[in-house]
């Protein structure tokens, strides 16, 4: 495994190149100290598109392997983390042993702690009875990865279980993803689903959703 400053080093180079601004920063965690980078540039989630696009097979499972890995986890920024957590989605598969068995240590946990490693269960189909097991168990907040998979995949159970949650969740709690996020990614679920042929049970989730212009301005 690489030391963390060869990691940052290429993180800095893929931010030079997509021209982001960043700075690095000591953070202390488990006694030690670790450079961190940081950027502060509102990167889609959601966009096939990865900070890390152009890195050699090689860099990417070394990324990979440190974002599943306790002992380098701690060390990226949340910014770096959603990055890897796409890229995990992306190229997964090049240390699947290593990721499965690190997101479901976690199990017990109903995965607080590997929430942004979720993304993982979109590299396969075969991942989507666990998407849909994860929608039940996982925790407002802690569903980044998870809400990415079943983004990526997109089956029609998938669809229909995100559709019966969000109203469900909505229905008991009028705030619900204000403070999280979650209202941002129904967002973009909504958009897809309305781009997607035969998914008409979303409807009336649009009446119930903020003007994103309303929200925006305030």
């Not at 599943?68 to 986890?73: F, P």
């Not at 995949?153 to 229905?171: M, Q």
């Not at 409807?203 to 309303?214: F, R, T």
Request: aromatic fraction near 14%.
């Amino acid at each position: 495994m690489p030391r963390m400053d060869e990691l940052n080093d290429i993180i800095l180079r893929q931010l030079e190149r997509n021209g982001i601004d960043s700075e690095i920063d000591t953070g202390s965690s488990g006694g030690g100290k670790a450079p961190i980078v940081y950027f502060y540039d509102e990167l889609d989630f959601y966009a096939d598109r990865c900070l890390f696009d152009g890195c050699s097979t090689e860099e990417i499972r070394h990324l990979l392997e440190a974002f599943c890995s306790v002992s380098y986890y701690e060390f990226f920024s949340w910014q770096v983390c959603c990055e890897l957590g796409k890229l995990l989605a992306n190229d997964g598969k090049l240390i699947e042993r290593i990721a499965e068995g690190f997101i479901f240590s976690d199990q017990v946990n109903h995965f607080r702690e590997t929430a942004l490693h979720l993304s993982y269960f979109a590299t396969d189909l075969k991942w989507e009875a666990w998407c849909l097991k994860c929608l039940d168990l996982c925790e407002e907040d802690f569903r980044d990865g998870l809400f990415l998979a079943c983004y990526r995949l997109n089956t029609p159970d998938i669809y229909s279980s995100l559709v019966r949650h969000f109203s469900e969740w909505i229905e008991k709690d009028p705030n619900w993803g204000k403070g999280t996020g979650e209202q941002l990614a129904l967002e973009r679920f909504l958009q897809k689903w309305d781009q997607t042929p035969g998914y008409t049970k979303h409807a009336p989730l649009h009446d119930i959703q903020p003007d994103p212009a309303k929200r925006s301005s305030k």
